[in-house]
Nanobody, 122 residues
């Protein structure tokens, strides 16, 4: 069983930046592809970013492409999401998730964190 704990969310003004972290335990982190998702009030959860186990493959939602960066440190069992030029529409709970079969399409995630709130004020 893999446990994931997100941190780094908060309240930020539009145009600002945040770096979120997701620390994992209970599994071999480097076996998993890692994703970030978000869910805004009244909306479905949506994909934000993905990184493969060794970091060689990354993918972003169009809504964050060019102003976000996903990265990972396998020695620290942690995945990061840097978001810049934040907009009020980025306000959501951000979740990280792990997938063992990251190479499949579409990906199915096996484990989820509880999320961290990001609020962007205008």
């Amino acid at each position: 069983q893999v446990q994931l704990v997100e941190s780094g969310g908060g309240l930020v003004q539009a145009g600002g930046s945040l770096r979120m972290s997701c620390s994992t335990s209970g599994g071999t982190f480097s076996d998993y592809g890692m994703g970030w998702f978000r869910q805004a009030p009244g909306k479905d959860r949506e994909f934000v970013a993905f990184i493969s186990p060794r970091g060689g493959e990354v993918d972003y939602a169009d809504s964050v492409k060019g102003r976000s960066a996903i990265s990972r440190d396998n020695a620290k069992n942690t995945v990061y999401l840097q978001m810049n030029s934040l907009k009020p529409e980025d306000t959501a709970v951000y979740y990280c998730a792990a997938t063992a079969r990251w190479y499949l399409s579409p990906r199915s995630y096996d484990y989820w964190g509880r999320g961290t709130q990001v609020t962007v004020s205008s």
